[in-house]
Every structure is written in structure tokens, then in C-alpha cells.
């Protein structure tokens, strides 16, 4: 990864964080977590130092997400919906971390859960499982 490249991240991640618009704020983050994706993945090898920072930059901001999502409350079914595609596909392991260490992100992912319902949410993950699991 170059410095313009996790410049570019950094700014998108930011620029996610100070969002109002939930809708917004979801694309924003897939754009910077494609991008993080594609210079991790560019087919060269990255230091150890750029692996630390990869990893680094979707850890905290997966935690700063997880503390926002405490205040989503009047969210639309599709933009929730992206969200936990978001959290269940893309951030998946870092989630799952932050919300074994943190009993008050753990709280603010449960009501953001609930919103919808919890069998809206289990149907996600059941997607989930299926499709790591193949046909």
C-alpha cells in the first residue's frame, strides 16, 4: 500500500465516521473497505507493517461503527439491512473481537440487532451459513 492509497482510506473511513445519512455512512465505509481490500490484495506482498496497519484501520474503525450504531434508531429495513451485511460479511471476525472485549459495544450491536426484529437478523445469518457451507 502507498501513501496516497491509505491516505484515500483514511479519508473515506473518516469522512464514513461524520456521515448523518445512514445510507451515506454504509457506502462509504463498502468504498473504503474495498479499497482497503484491493491494496491488500494487489497481488504484491505487503510488510509486516502494512499488514498491521490493514488491520489496524478495519479494527478501529469496525469498533468507531459499533459505537455509532447506539444512536441509529429510525433506520429504513433496506439501509439496516446493508448494515448487518456489512458487520456479518465484511467485518465478521473484527465484530465478533470488539464485541467479546466491550459489554457496551455488545449492548449498542444487540439494540441495533433488535430493531428489525431478532428473526430478521437470523435469517441474515442463516443466509450466512449457507453460503459458507456451499449447496
Avoid at 63 to 84: E, I, N
Avoid at 86 to 93: I, K, M, S, V
Wanted: glycine content about 4%; proline content about 4%.
Amino acid at each position: 500500500m502507498n501513501p496516497a492509497e491509505i491516505q484515500e482510506i483514511r479519508e473515506l473511513f473518516d469522512r464514513a465516521e461524520r456521515e448523518p445519512d445512514p445510507r451515506r455512512k454504509c457506502a462509504a465505509l463498502e468504498e473504503a473497505l474495498d479499497l482497503l481490500d484491493a491494496a491488500s490484495e494487489d497481488g504484491s506482498e505487503l510488510s509486516s507493517s502494512e499488514q498491521s496497519l490493514a488491520r489496524n484501520l478495519r479494527r478501529s474503525n469496525t469498533r468507531r461503527l459499533l459505537a455509532q450504531l447506539v444512536a441509529a434508531r429510525d433506520v429504513h429495513f433496506d439501509v439496516w439491512f446493508s448494515y448487518l451485511s456489512l458487520l456479518f460479511f465484511r467485518l465478521g471476525p473484527e465484530v465478533d473481537a470488539l464485541l467479546q472485549e466491550d459489554e457496551t459495544l455488545r449492548a449498542g450491536y444487540d439494540a441495533f440487532i433488535g430493531l428489525w426484529g431478532p428473526e430478521a437478523a437470523k435469517a441474515l445469518q442463516d443466509i450466512l451459513r449457507k453460503s459458507k457451507d456451499g449447496p
